[in-house]
T-cell receptor, first 112, second 113 residues
Framework: QQQVKQSPQSLIVQKGGIPIINCAYE??????FPWYQQFPGKGPALLIA?????SEKKEGRFTISFNKSAKQFSLHIMDSQPGDSATYFC???????????FGAGTRLTVKP | EAGVTQFPSHSVIEKGQTVTLRCDPI?????LYWYRRVMGKEIKFLLH????????ESGMPNNRFLAERTGGTYSTLKVQPAELEDSGVYFC???????????FGSGTQLSVL
């Protein structure tokens, strides 16, 4: 049973566009929601994360929007660049439990 | 500071053979995790060590998988005997504590033919 559902599976945007990746979860016990970025041949690396007590978090060109009532969160990449081309994974973690549940990943391509 | 290292980076074996994957976490990280990603699907939790103890192994698919963490340092994941459905990328990750940043290795691409 997949605990975190991510969409779309793949996404192609032009340079400067704003790709949006969406995730939804069921378990209300989740209290930490990170996004990971993975380049080919590398492991996933933490990009940005949010806790459910805020509705938005911004770090540079990356923004997480969080909707607690809808149990959804999304990643927005402003002014996307070809170097942002990677696979992005959303994830969720439970309070007092140190394992992470991941989405299926979104393969983003930013065309020059 | 060295990151999480995994060995080998690729392994191709035949069905029925045994394979052992190794993970060296970041020094000082008590928490070590194994994950697996089957092609195109989610990164799936396998198990979690705190030091040398298995904290949670609820994600281990079956008893063909055996994970150990000797002395709370490096960890191994053995698959014996390997089946076709075991193919995928096996990631190891480590962290210092709960909700702390998770550092991933580059993964081991396992292909069972």
């Amino acid at each position: 049973q997949q605990q975190v559902k991510q969409s779309p599976q793949s996404l192609i945007v032009q340079k400067g566009g704003i790709p949006i990746i969406n995730c939804a979860y069921e378990n209300t016990a989740f209290d930490y929601f990170p996004w990971y970025q993975q380049f080919p041949g590398k492991g996933p690396a933490l990009l940005i994360a949010i806790r459910p007590d805020v509705s938005e978090k911004k770090e540079g060109r990356f923004t997480i929007s969080f909707n607690k009532s809808a149990k959804q969160f999304s990643l927005h990449i402003m002014d996307s660049q070809p170097g942002d081309s990677a696979t992005y994974f959303c994830a969720a973690e439970r309070k007092n439990n140190n394992d992470m549940r991941f989405g299926a990943g979104t393969r983003l391509t930013v065309k020059p | 500071e060295a990151g999480v290292t995994q060995f080998p980076s690729h392994s191709v074996i035949e069905k029925g053979q045994t394979v052992t994957l190794r993970c060296d976490p970041i020094s000082g990280h008590d928490n070590l995790y194994w994950y697996r990603r089957v092609m195109g699907k989610e990164i799936k939790f396998l198990l979690h060590f705190v030091k040398e103890s298995k904290q949670d192994e609820s994600g281990m698919p079956n008893n063909r998988f055996l994970a150990e963490r000797t002395g709370g340092t490096y960890s191994t994941l053995k698959v014996q005997p390997a089946e076709l459905e075991d193919s995928g990328v096996y990631f190891c990750a480590s962290s210092q504590g709960v909700h702390e940043k998770l550092f991933f290795g580059s993964g081991t691409q396992l292909s069972v033919l």
